[in-house]
């Protein structure tokens, strides 16, 4: 392998805002901020907005539209089908 083509990946620390869920993982991304995982070892930390821990889809919270109810009403009101019938 040729030297200094790639990126320096070293471990980081990834951190959940939304519910403090942190894992470490090896990246290329720098963080001034450090903190301190287990066995006393500290890491770089970068916050993520969201993660496999609170992302809806993931956590089975997900949450379902009906349309059925919605195509109805613009239905009735740009002059198509009445409401209840199949257009």
């Keep these: 392998m040729q030297q200094d083509k ?10 959940d805002r939304a519910d403090g869920y942190a ?8 963080s001034e901020q450090t903190i301190e995982w ?7 930390v970068i916050d993520v907005e969201i993660s496999s821990e609170s992302r809806p889809y993931y ?24 409401p209840g019938e199949a257009g």
């Excluded at 790639?6 to 951190?15: E, N, S």
């Excluded at 894992?23 to 720098?30: P, V, Y």
Aim: net charge positive.
């Design 23 to 30: 894992f470490l993982s090896r990246s290329t991304a720098q």
């Design 38 to 44: 287990d066995g006393g070892e500290s890491y770089p």
């Design 6 to 15: 790639h990126p320096d990946h070293h471990p980081v620390v990834f951190r």
């Design 59 to 82: 956590t089975g919270k997900a949450r379902t539209v009906g349309t059925e109810g919605r195509i109805a009403r613009f239905e009735h009101r740009c002059g198509g089908a009445e």
